[in-house]
């Protein structure tokens, strides 16, 4: 199963800021007390420096000195003690004096009866630094002894259960931080990849129709970035390959075309003069024997000639029909007509067929039924499939019947094709003329076929368009009349 992007950078990211927060929580840990007690080393050191440095100016029992020391007791939260040349306590901010002087005396008679030994962090000739307990409770301490340099013996204390502590709540904190940061993260991060992803899976939609060779998806976006570029790119790329398709759909439908026509053009050539000349015996056998009538003057009353003179031209009109139509099949057969194959909405197409043929509709009072509401776009020659349109819808004007005349036009998808079915009410035709009917110059009933000026090469050129466009074509009875349809690719 693939993870999306979007859900994979907020993952490495918020697994990273994770990472970044532990360390830090584990840096805090370990090292924050070692860095306190390194701090609180520092302050001690510069305690005992001002006041050294205040006994040696001003006198260890001036008030200025006494200043110094109230001011670094209030500043600093440290324990200190000084004594007098006499031991006695000169000045002080302990709880209880006399211990602290105890102790403090303890050090520089170096005591080795002490329950513990302090571990001696820094000495020198002036004092000594320590970490050392508490008899008592088992407190821990960072200790300075020494003597000023006025010789005064001094102690400075800082307890080390605040700075514990300090360390603990610092620790907490950053985990609770830590936990409140790696969520907000994970939101945040996924909201910025959104917006990085959003065109991308855009495109991503857009190269999966040009999959489907459905081209007229563009990207719209105007990032002015890589990604707007690699979207500009696609775009010429769809143009690009839209294109290619056409010309290469256009070369191998000629191609095809070529090598099945190549292998029929003699049989054609023979069935065309025997047709031809079959069709065209009748029209003018009657225009010969009715010119020849009025040139005897068989009929003297205008009436008559009148008759005589419809009766040529109707089938001097029947004849240049068929000489048009066998002109049409001719182009179609030999491939002179050009199969240019472009991409159009069919739908469009037939509406329009069906308002050039509407004067006919009107007047034999057909119900014309189509569903015009949905566009279908189609890779065809649209030239050839409203010729053949045409014919189909002709076919139906002149055989539709019944109580109510109905013509029934519907456009089915069926996967990379759309079948466009024409039906009409009528008769049924017998079975055994199925296969015929698209044959040139075949007709099912003559003597009907010759009342609405048929010539029976509607339907040829029906075949030889589409064969020319490699499609598939036919015809099926229905119940209550007949069905005519074809199909053209979608895709």
Not at 30 to 42: A, D, H, N, Q
Not at 70 to 94: G, H, K, P, R, S
Request: net charge negative; hydrophobic share 40%.
């Amino acid at each position: 199963m693939r993870t999306s992007i979007e859900k994979k950078y907020a993952i490495v990211f918020t697994l990273l800021i994770t990472i970044v927060i532990f360390v830090c929580w584990c840096a805090n840990a370990l090292l924050l007390t070692k860095y306190y007690m390194s701090r609180k080393l520092g302050t001690i050191s510069r305690i005992y420096e001002q006041l050294d440095t205040a006994s040696v100016d001003y006198g260890a029992d001036s008030n200025q000195f006494k200043t110094i020391f109230e001011n670094n007791t209030a500043t600093f939260n440290c324990d200190i003690l000084v004594l007098n040349q006499d031991m006695n306590v000169l000045a002080a901010n302990v709880m209880d004096e006399s211990k602290t002087t105890d102790r403090l005396l303890s050090y520089f008679f170096d005591d080795k009866d002490k329950d513990y030994q302090p571990r001696i962090i820094e000495k020198n000739d002036k004092y000594t630094m320590q970490y050392s307990k508490d008899n008592a409770d088992g407190a821990g301490f960072l200790e300075l002894y020494g003597v000023l340099s006025t010789g005064n013996p001094i102690v400075i204390r800082s307890a080390m259960a605040g700075i514990n502590d300090n360390a603990k709540l610092a620790n907490i904190f950053l985990a609770y931080i830590g936990l409140i940061a790696i969520v907000i993260s994970y939101f945040i991060v996924k909201l910025i990849t959104k917006t990085i992803t959003k065109p991308v899976l855009k495109m991503v939609e857009i190269s999966d129709k040009m999959a489907n060779l459905d081209f007229d998806t563009k990207y719209e976006g105007n990032d002015e970035n890589e990604i707007g570029l690699l979207g500009e790119h696609m775009n010429r790329m769809s143009m690009t390959l839209e294109k290619t398709i056409c010309e290469l759909k256009t070369a191998n439908t000629e191609l095809e075309s070529e090598l099945k026509k190549r292998s029929e053009i003699d049989e054609m050539r023979k069935d065309f003069l025997n047709n031809v000349s079959h069709e065209l015996k009748t029209p003018i056998a009657l225009i010969q024997g009715y010119a020849e009538g009025l040139e005897d003057c068989i009929n003297d009353d205008a009436e008559s000639r009148e008759f005589y003179l419809d009766v040529i031209i109707d089938e001097t009109n029947k004849m240049n029909k068929l000489v048009r139509n066998l002109l049409d099949l001719n182009e179609l057969e030999h491939g002179n007509g050009n199969v240019t194959i472009e991409r159009f909405d069919i739908t469009e197409l037939i509406s329009n067929c069906i308002e050039s043929f509407n004067v006919l509709i009107k007047q034999n009072d057909i119900a014309v039924e189509f569903d015009d509401s949905k566009s279908y776009m189609v890779w065809s020659d649209e030239f050839k499939i409203e010729q053949v349109f045409n014919n189909y819808l002709s076919n139906a004007i002149n055989h539709v019947s019944g109580e109510k005349k109905t013509i029934r036009i519907v456009l089915s998808d069926i996967g990379s094709k759309i079948r466009i079915s024409v039906y009409n009410t009528g008769d049924n035709i017998p079975e055994a003329d199925l296969d015929k009917l698209f044959d040139k110059f075949y007709k099912v009933d003559k003597a009907r076929t010759r009342e609405y000026g048929g010539n029976g090469i509607g339907l040829s050129i029906v075949k030889a368009a589409m064969d020319s466009l490699n499609q598939n074509y036919g015809v099926v009875n229905c119940e209550g009349g007949v069905e005519f349809w074809f199909e053209v690719d979608s895709k």
